[in-house]
């Protein structure tokens, strides 16, 4: 196999140490290599100053009549527009902000409990999160029927497998982009043409994907999309993307004095406004990084945020393929088992994260051990019951799962193989 070739500094100006630098909390004693991604990425400067700018200066509610209160309006305003750049949604009234996105697939499993009809087949999978497997098993007692689209052999989806489980009841496929356990990406777009074709709507689970590819809700051709903004290198939220006209007829919970609209009757109370002016600045971060690439000509500047988000994702994806081939091998040449994608030609088809297991050494010794020697590493069942069935893990013990993400690096990654090259020997 030909291992990719490192970025060109003269064609993708994307270091790391430039970056690494941007986030303080890579630079804390005692030293660690953060390897637990998945579970929430790290902040950037900006996003700790955006969210005490908010606190400091408009740490008031919306809605009133004087300066500080119309600032927070404005604010999130601005912040829907920004996701919805980085989404490429057609309109940022799509956009609705709340806590996270467990909370925002029960509010779209609870309007869609209430559109069933005859088409009452729900289709989800034995790859994602339990959070979009549970909300919808919720629906069984309102007489829905869950129609399960299984992994292979392989640990991975087939789009193929899809095909047969659509029918005239079909009301949703709800699946995930990326899992957030074993890192390989679902081809969505296909899913969303099946889907379609039999009358039903998708809902993504974005969560995982985000930090590391381009999202785009249009080529995707789904219906509704989740994500939370602390994978994304935000605080703690999250967002709901849905299209217009059907948010406009989504049964919701709200207020009376609330209009039957989006994106004000998707967000039932108050959501933390400083976070979500975080993660704005965290959208202008991933936008940073794209106006600092240069294009076809010199110091060429972006068309737009969204060719920004375009240039600076892709930059990361690119980038992010080089950290998969030196994990896998580092993986395959301690004798790991690794779970899902991997082959190192298939590179296209995972982000940066690693479900794996040692022979005869227990992940919670391998996160231990790894902890001891400063890698920050997870061990569990990574919230995905069915997953670990499925891979022939107890519940108990589960997996590793090392996730990655751009602030990486080859060397952290050589840190880590010679712990788990240690550990294989007995030292």
């Known amino acids: ?207 995982h994907y985000a930090p590391h590819a381009l999202i785009d809700v249009q080529a995707f051709d789904c219906d509704y999309l989740v994500c939370s903004g602390y994978k994304i290198f935000g605080p703690h939220m999250g967002f709901m993307w849905g299209r217009l006209e059907l948010l406009n007829v989504l049964p919701t919970f709200r207020e009376d004095f609330i209009p039957d609209a989006p994106p004000g009757k998707i967000e039932a109370g108050t959501f933390i406004f400083e976070n979500v002016a975080g993660f704005a600045a965290a959208i202008g971060y991933l936008e940073s990084l794209g106006s600092s690439q240069r294009g076809e000509e010199e110091n060429a500047a972006p068309a737009s945020r969204r060719a920004a988000l375009v240039r600076g994702m892709n930059s990361i994806r690119e980038y992010e393929a080089t950290l998969s081939f030196e994990m896998l091998e580092v993986l395959q040449s301690a004798g790991a088992i690794v779970y899902g994608v991997h082959d190192t030609a298939r590179l296209a088809e995972r982000v940066p994260t690693f479900c794996f297991r040692l022979p005869n050494v227990a992940p919670a010794i391998v996160t231990q051990t790894m902890s001891d020697h400063g890698v920050g590493i997870r061990d569990g069942h990574m919230y995905a019951p069915r997953l670990m069935k499925r891979l022939g893990a107890s519940l108990e013990t589960g997996v590793n799962r090392a996730s990655l993400v751009h602030y990486n690096t080859l060397e952290e990654i050589h840190e880590f193989g010679k712990v788990l090259s240690d550990m294989v020997r007995g030292e």
């Open 1 to 207: 196999m030909t291992k990719p070739q490192l970025l060109d500094p003269q064609t993708v100006n994307f270091s790391c140490d430039r970056i690494r630098s941007l986030f303080p909390a890579l630079h804390e004693e005692p030293r660690l290599v953060f390897f637990d991604n998945g579970a929430g990425a790290q902040i950037p400067q900006g996003v700790f100053d955006a969210i005490n700018d908010h606190l400091l200066h408009r740490n008031v509610q919306r809605g009133g009549r004087y300066a500080r209160s119309m600032e927070v309006d404005d604010a999130i305003t601005r912040a829907r527009k920004s996701v919805a750049a980085l989404i490429n949604a057609r309109d940022s009234n799509e956009i609705a902000f709340g806590m996270n996105a467990t909370s925002f697939l029960r509010l779209l499993s609870l309007a869609i409990g209430r559109t069933l009809a005859t088409r009452n087949e729900i289709v989800v999978t034995d790859l994602d999160h339990e959070a979009n497997i549970a909300t919808w098993l919720q629906l069984e007692r309102e007489g829905a029927r869950i129609v399960w689209w299984k992994m292979r052999e392989d640990n991975n989806l087939h789009v193929e497998d899809l095909a047969p489980l659509l029918t005239s009841k079909t009301r949703l496929v709800a699946c995930t982009v990326a899992s957030h356990a074993l890192g390989s990406i679902v081809d969505v777009a296909a899913v969303a043409r099946l889907a379609h074709a039999a009358g039903a709507e998708v809902a993504l689970d974005c969560v």
